[in-house]
């Protein structure tokens, strides 16, 4: 293919409603950014947009967990976004946000473009209604209990818990977030993007056209989609939070985009953010097809970027992208990663624990780059693990590619007075001819692995050949041949020529290093053209291969490391500190099961005084799936006393009761908190799950579950016995 005339790159715009973690650095944003600083050091027109997304219905919910607003949660993680990518050397030429008034306008035309084309169908269909605030519910606005591992607190797209993927119509017992009311179902009208209408021409753009350059999983993923039967998609929903659909008619009032749909968009309204600002021309970025655009995404981005937008663009006489390289999942020590059970390493921990220590600054970003670079799940899962991170960074950065530098640079100083040594073409030998071969070859090895989005191999190729150098100077023992002296003492001609050849061809290889490196670790390239007192020119992409980038009888600084050593304390106390996390999670997930279990899931029986209280959320027909006579023989339910009662410690929720079961006395922890004080606990009877399996709950395991019954008003009645009934006695 020939040489593009521009290039426009983009990371994933990621959403703007909490800390972004490595796992998304490792799919999108460092191997766009390495592809970017080599095709810049080529000399190459690219452009690197990305921005925050900032609506959908992740924002909202967020800003009610903090207790604040949807405007206030986007100014406070764009704003951390931003300083994190900054932080870790990404060099966007813009990031912007799809809070800006360019993109609403670059959205809402692009909707209307299409729908004006009757390139949109409208359908009517049913969705879930909260009627006590009069708002239809978006999936993340119904919870209720998952169908596969039964958590009660699994959203309306996906259970946090076991991750399965969920519509709302799976819910068990759905009900409103907003409201806590089960919902109903209304009819409303939205806007489709027909895709079952275009799929010859996916087809050919995907399955023809890219079966060879695009990677695997990228066109496999995509045919599964096509060979399924593609549906229409809605491009709008019922939200009060996004880009309002441009229409003036009823239909479309209470409406926005939907997030999928005007996301992608953001690309366009950066590049427009990016032209305004330079004072350049945004279009022939997005409209001539002599513009190479690449998607930097993860794979849970596939099908928006390889078939959603790009119809979207064709169907505006947009270019279409040309790869997109999706990595697969980065997990952590062997777990996936996930916000919810705090199983995650977030940038902005890295930075903290490393960066911006005493000991941190450039040099620790480039670490986390590198040990992500060559474990980069560009082809399957990969996994991070900190001994793994202490290893690569200890062995391969310091050991081989910062020592090559640091005992060039000490031997220089020590053999050559600090200066850059002669070239002796007269005694040159085979040894020094291969590495010579190697330095000029390397550049159009790497060349080709960065142009094929082969990162991973790419920073390979670098360190070989520093590792190549170490052994070139092992093999030619300067540090020995400066003893071989004359009768006067000094360092015999012939010795100090070896001297020189040696030290020249290492520095010449360390700056050709700098050049191959600077992609990949941008500060380390950086600091190596400082010790050698050469300017940032110096790493052009075509100065590589080059064996007179330093001059003889120049002047270099002092060696200083290139890299520090990652200590095992750091590992430990980032391991604990996973760990801990993971539990305070694991606690306050168990928590509000155990809470939604006590409000909605456990009326096995009617409570005293009450046998005629309307049914609890957890009751009626239809709502649970039919069992038989020995499914609900396997409970095993008791009557239990209880003797003692108190507050679990910072859980405002949660009672920890001592229950005489008879024959045993057990700790059962229990949502009830808000409905009985401890003391009013102590000597009730209440019905027991005697044979559930124990859970820890905020650091105590719970023997069981005391059943109750919620009435109207949201109160909590204990499910027991009529009347006093002897501890241990079993409920048939």
């Known amino acids: 293919m020939n040489t593009p005339k521009r290039y426009l790159i983009t990371s994933a715009l990621p959403y703007a409603n909490g800390h972004k973690h ?17 095709l810049r050091a ?96 978006a999936d993340r606005y119904i919870k209720g209990e998952c169908p596969n591992c039964h958590f009660m607190g699994a959203f309306g797209d996906q259970c946090e818990k076991c991750g399965t993927a969920l519509s709302p119509d799976e819910l068990i017992n759905p009900v409103s977030t907003l409201s806590g009311a089960p919902p109903v179902k209304r009819a409303t009208k939205h806007w489709y993007l027909p895709l079952d209408q275009h799929e010859a021409w996916l087809r050919e753009y995907i399955l023809e056209n890219h079966k060879d ?18 549906q229409p998609r809605a491009v709008t929903r019922d939200l009060d939070w996004g880009v309002k659909v441009p229409l003036d008619t009823p239909d479309a009032a209470g409406k926005v985009l939907y997030v999928w749909f005007d996301a992608p968009i953001g ?31 993860g794979k849970d981005n596939i099908v928006f970027h390889c078939i959603i937008f790009p119809l979207m663009l064709q169907l505006h006489d947009y270019i279409v992208p040309e790869n997109v390289p999706a990595n697969e999942f980065l997990n952590l020590e062997g777990d996936k990663m996930s916000t919810s059970r705090a199983w995650k390493l ?15 600054g450039p040099a620790l970003a480039d670490c986390l780059r590198y040990y992500l670079t060559a474990i980069a799940p560009e082809t399957k899962d990969s996994d991070f693990t900190w001994k793994g991170f202490q290893d690569a960074v200890n062995g391969e950065l310091l050991n081989k590619f910062g020592n090559f530098m640091n005992r060039t640079m000490v031997l220089m100083h020590k053999l050559t007075g600090g200066k850059v040594p002669k070239w002796h073409a007269d005694i040159v030998t085979e040894r020094d001819n291969v590495l010579m071969a190697e330095i000029k070859t390397a550049k159009a090895k790497i060349e080709e692995l960065l142009e094929g989005y082969r990162f991973r191999d790419a920073l390979g190729e670098v360190i070989a050949l520093a590792t190549l150098g170490n052994g070139y100077l092992q093999l030619n023992e300067p540090w020995k041949k400066v003893k071989q002296v004359d009768a006067e003492g000094k360092v015999t001609e012939a010795a100090q020529k070896e001297i020189d050849n040696c030290l020249h061809l290492s520095l010449q290889l360390c700056a050709n290093l700098a050049i191959l490196i600077n992609p990949f670790l941008p500060n380390t390239a950086k600091k190596m053209c400082h010790l050698m007192k050469v300017v940032d020119a110096m790493l052009e992409w075509k100065n590589a291969g080059s064996l007179k980038l330093l001059s003889v009888g120049y002047s270099l600084r002092p060696p200083e490391l290139l890299f520090r050593k990652i200590e095992d304390e750091e590992v430990q106390y980032q391991v604990e500190k ?15 099961n155990g809470n939604r279990q006590s409000a909605i ?70 949502g009830i908190a808000q409905h009985f004080t401890p003391e009013s606990m102590v000597g009730k009877q209440v019905m027991v799950v005697a044979n559930l399996a124990p859970r820890k709950m905020r650091g105590i395991e719970s023997q069981g579950m005391i059943l109750t019954a919620e009435q109207p008003d949201g109160k909590l009645i204990l499910v027991g016995p009529n009347e006093a009934t002897l501890a241990g006695s079993g409920v048939r």
């Open 213 to 230: 350059d695009w990677r695997a999983n990228v066109v496999g993923q995509c045919k599964s989609w096509i060979d399924g039967g593609l």
């Open 267 to 297: 690309y366009i309204s950066a590049t427009k953010t990016w032209a305004q600002r330079e004072g350049k021309d945004w279009r022939p970025y997005w409209l001539d097809n002599e513009t190479k655009l690449v998607h930097f995404i």
């Open 578 to 592: 996973l760990k801990a996390g993971l539990e305070k999670a694991k606690a306050a997930m168990e928590a509000e």
């Open 601 to 670: 899931g456990n009326t096995a029986a009617t409570p005293s005084g009450a046998a005629n209280a309307p049914l609890s959320l957890g009751e009626g027909p239809g709502v649970k799936s039919e069992i038989q006579y020995d499914d609900f023989a396997k409970i095993d339910l008791r009557i239990g006393t209880v003797t003692a009662c108190e507050k679990v410690p910072k859980a405002d929720k949660l009672l920890q009761l001592t229950v005489d079961m008879g024959n045993e006395v057990r700790t059962i922890v229990s």
């Open 42 to 137: 080529q000399g190459r027109d690219v452009v690197f947009v990305c921005g925050s997304d900032e609506h959908g219905t992740a924002i909202p919910i967020q800003a009610m967990k903090e207790g604040t607003t949807p405007q206030a949660i986007i100014d406070k993680y764009h704003t951390i976004m931003k300083e994190n990518f900054d932080d870790l050397s990404v060099s966007f030429d813009v990031y912007d946000r799809t809070s800006a008034p360019v993109h609403h306008e670059t959205a809402q035309e692009f909707f209307t473009y299409l729908n004006d084309r009757n390139l949109l169908v409208t359908k009517e269909s049913e969705q879930y209604y909260d009627e006590a605030t009069s708002t239809f519910l």
């Open 22 to 38: 490595i796992g998304h650095l490792a799919g999108a944003y460092i191997p766009a950014d390495i592809y970017v600083r080599y």
């Open 346 to 360: 977030d940038m902005q921990d890295y930075i903290d624990d490393f960066i911006k220590k005493e000991n941190g």
